[in-house]
Nanobody, 117 residues
Framework: QVQLVESGGGLVQPGGSLRLACVAT????????TSWYRQAPGKQRELVAS???????TYLDSVKGRFTISRDNAKNTVYLDMNSLEPEDTAVYYC???????????WGQGTQVTVSS
């Protein structure tokens, strides 16, 4: 089993920055991919960024050049650095982990990011 806890959300003005963190506990050695998803009101959940244990990284096209995903293995933490935030980035951001010990992904509880002046 893996548990995920997100932090770092909040209210920020357009053009501002936030850093989200996702801390994994439990059977962390089984995790082979960690991702950030987001879901805005009335919209489907979408993949924002993903990083694998082999450090392969992918981004949603609309966040390329603005968001950076990174990992600190010693802290079992994955970060999402978000810069040049836009109102369209407003959503609940969820951490997701895929692991070898479960056919189903693990999810965190989500953290709210609101970009507004």
């Amino acid at each position: 089993q893996v548990q995920l806890v997100e932090s770092g959300g909040g209210l920020v003005q357009p053009g501002g920055s936030l850093r989200l963190a996702c801390v994994a506990t439990g059977n962390t050695f089984s995790i082979y991919s960690t991702s950030w998803y987001r879901q805005a009101p009335g919209k489907q959940r979408e993949l924002v960024a993903s990083i694998t244990s082999g450090v392969n990284i992918t981004y949603l096209d609309s966040v390329k050049g603005r968001f950076t995903i990174s990992r600190d293995n010693a802290k079992n933490t994955v970060y999402l650095d978000m810069n040049s935030l836009e109102p369209e980035d407003t959503a609940v951001y969820y951490c997701n982990a895929a692991s070898f010990d479960s056919p189903d992904d693990y999810w965190g509880q989500g953290t709210q990011v609101t970009v507004s002046s």
